[in-house]
């Protein structure tokens, strides 16, 4: 257990939270319920697509040696022998100078070698067909198992589901994947200044609001909250709520871990985790910053700053739930963007600045949204995104390209066209 | 009532279901259920935030002009008359020669004017202090109403809902939030050759995808599906099933809209529609597309080859969807890539080409995913994008640039950063 106070780079921080993230486990889910998570098995095709010959196209079905002659000018008559919608199928194949006419998708009769589309043809009767155009054979067929056979592999484990595999999936006949399961995820406000909503703010209380971002946060990762409640600054309280956190995959606590003599979290974590580690992160906001494990939970103490909770929860914590989840793309997306206005900063930091984008003239431009105090939510409500610093610049001048991490929501819609 | 077929262009088709499109009314909603919604109404701020003047460190409360001339080499000595966590509030204010204690976000007592940090300072006994740094008055200090004062607009309607404008809301003191309410998506499959999973495929029928990857595209537009679903080609249940669908706020058909006899969705739709308009779409794939309103409901007739039912979908039902959630984003990101290989193309059609993306020395690269066909779902699975052709071109040559529409899923997170 070590308790001091490491200096740690963000990259080290995050790859030390990845190397112990464990994939989860698998579950087998209805297939709309599967929407969005990552397949834990490969899927095998079990049937051929297209399951038979089918036409193309409406038309006729047709021998094609025996409409090789055939022009606008000079058409061919055929006998027609049925007519075939799709879900039909024709119940006696055609011979020499006969046609079937068939609708797309439809299975093409025996004998049959290519379709005539409609626009090529004149109906003369119901059982005469006027042919204005040759056709190669195999002209307009689907053939059976073009796209699929039996055994082929439809969809590799590690596939994120959308509306197209779900299609897919249907078309094997299945109604269920398995996927790895939602990580749970308990969270805790700690501190004996913060009421809950509609709670008393009598004396010197502030409501939470960490334990709702964060909860919205976790939502965010396609994870599943467990929301704990808020602990007063009272170890036997504190360890207590924390045990009752261990039944879930990961504890997020806020608050309680920089170096304050009030911060009973820190013990608490420590008390518990045979392997907490607690740091300061090079950066700003969020410096404060605890993680290891607790039997088999991952334990994430993020700083009490509502800012820094939401910057230190992107940076660490999501990344690890995608990673649980069977995600290989742990990252938000990034822009890259010119900054409006000198930036200063502590060297030796890495500083994530939150930033509105906008696009001028075919440029993505950067503006800081107003002061970027780590207790000011609303500046991170007004971000589309965060501009990420190096650890040893000092000022990022006016003009200089950013990159800029996109927070989600509406920002990807907005500013990846523009990029 | 239309019922030829009309010749239109893809924006000329966007544009005319966009502009019948009503955002929907607004329902009160417990506040991570609103997570991804869209605000219908605006919210003021209620509180002053911060509340109170705090501390923005760890440290000592002081008059400033008692440690005017404190310095490393020659501190001043400060009686310490309270230790102050946060949460709590000072009993007695300070007077001259006095400091309290005091931590991150607690109230700064009556008479002290700034923070001077605990690294800045030495604890000689418990109740004196000597302080090392003169520090301005205002200095470390959080300033009550600095971000917000009561009657503020704290968040415009028309917001997208994200985890910081939840704690925004929690901060607010509120639980519930109002918000535009999902769209109702009722979804009909229809054909003879249609067979629900896992019934008989006897004969010539292929099994349904078509409304499992719809009500997945339904699920992923932020919309609430309800399935109707198969309908025989009869004309009595398909008016009746089309019926059933009028209590949502649109309907999607699949299959039967185009020029064939066995197309009876068409005169269902026809009949039913007063404002029905049938056109073929100058595009690829995805040529038949049916829209108009049968009483309140809007109605959406798209193809039914998968991968063609998919593509109207994405250019036409999911804009018109975040529409009447209240969004302003309504298309999905695109990103720009050089294509691989010559296409040719029909002239007077926009192509959307099924593109697996890739980054090669900080280029990206559209590859197409093998056979364009409207019917092999798997080439949409293996897409990342579709790349947007212009109607006047007949061949896009390897190494052009083209725009590709993001299908969303990891394709974001991949390839934003590296357009």
């Not at 079990?46 to 089918?54: A, C, K, M, V």
């Not at 965010?220 to 704990?228: E, F, H, Q």
């Not at 949204?369 to 000022?395: K, V």
Request: some cysteine.
């Amino acid at each position: 257990m070590s308790q001091k106070q490491n200096l740690i780079s963000v990259t080290d921080a995050r790859d030390t939270v990845l190397n112990s993230v464990q994939v989860l486990s698998s579950e087998r889910l209805d297939l709309f319920a599967s929407l969005d998570r990552v397949m834990s098995e490969n899927v095998i095709a079990t049937r051929l697509q297209p399951p038979w010959d089918n036409s193309a196209m409406d038309g006729y079905a047709v021998r094609s040696a025996d409409v090789a002659a055939a022009t606008d000018t000079s058409p061919t008559l055929l006998s027609v022998t049925e007519h075939i919608a799709a879900g039909y199928r024709s119940s006696r194949g055609i011979g020499k100078g006969e046609a079937v006419q068939i609708m797309t998708g439809a299975p093409i009769p025996e004998g049959a070698d290519a379709v005539v589309r409609s626009e090529d043809t004149d109906q003369i009767d119901d059982s005469t067909v006027s042919i204005k155009k040759s056709v190669p054979a195999g002209k307009d067929l689907r053939r059976a198992g073009e796209d699929l056979s039996p055994g082929d592999l439809l969809l590799p484990a590690g596939t994120r589901i959308r509306p197209a595999e779900i299609g897919l999936l249907a078309s094997n006949n299945q109604t269920y994947v398995s996927v790895h399961r939602r990580p749970r995820v308990a969270i805790l406000s700690t501190g004996d200044e913060i009421a809950d909503i509609g709670e008393d703010t009598y004396d010197a209380r502030i409501i939470d609001s960490n334990s709702y971002s964060l909860t919205a946060q976790v939502l965010d990762a396609g994870a599943t909250p467990i929301r704990l409640g808020i602990s007063r600054d009272d170890p036997t309280e504190l360890e207590s709520m924390l045990r009752a956190g261990l039944s879930a995959d990961a504890i997020i606590t806020s608050g309680g871990v920089s170096v304050g003599e009030y911060d009973f979290v820190k013990s608490a974590l420590g008390a518990l985790g045979t392997t907490m580690e607690f740091w300061k992160v090079a950066m700003t906001p969020g410096r404060p910053f605890a993680f290891g494990t607790i039997q088999d939970t991952l334990a994430f103490g993020l700083p009490g700053n509502p800012v820094a909770a939401m910057v230190t929860f992107e940076l660490f914590v999501r990344p690890a739930l995608i990673k649980m989840s069977g995600g290989s793309k742990l990252y938000r997306p990034t822009v890259r963007a010119k900054l409006l206005g000198d930036i200063g900063k502590t060297k030796g930091r890495k500083q994530f600045l939150r930033m509105q984008l906008f696009e001028r003239e075919n440029q993505l431009y950067a503006n800081p949204t107003g002061a970027q105090g780590s207790g000011i939510l609303r500046s991170m409500s007004l971000a589309d995104g965060l501009a990420i610093t190096h650890e040893d610049q000092t000022l990022i001048r006016a003009g200089d390209e950013v990159e800029v991490m996109l927070l989600g929501g509406d920002s990807v819609h907005s500013f990846t066209r523009n990029c």
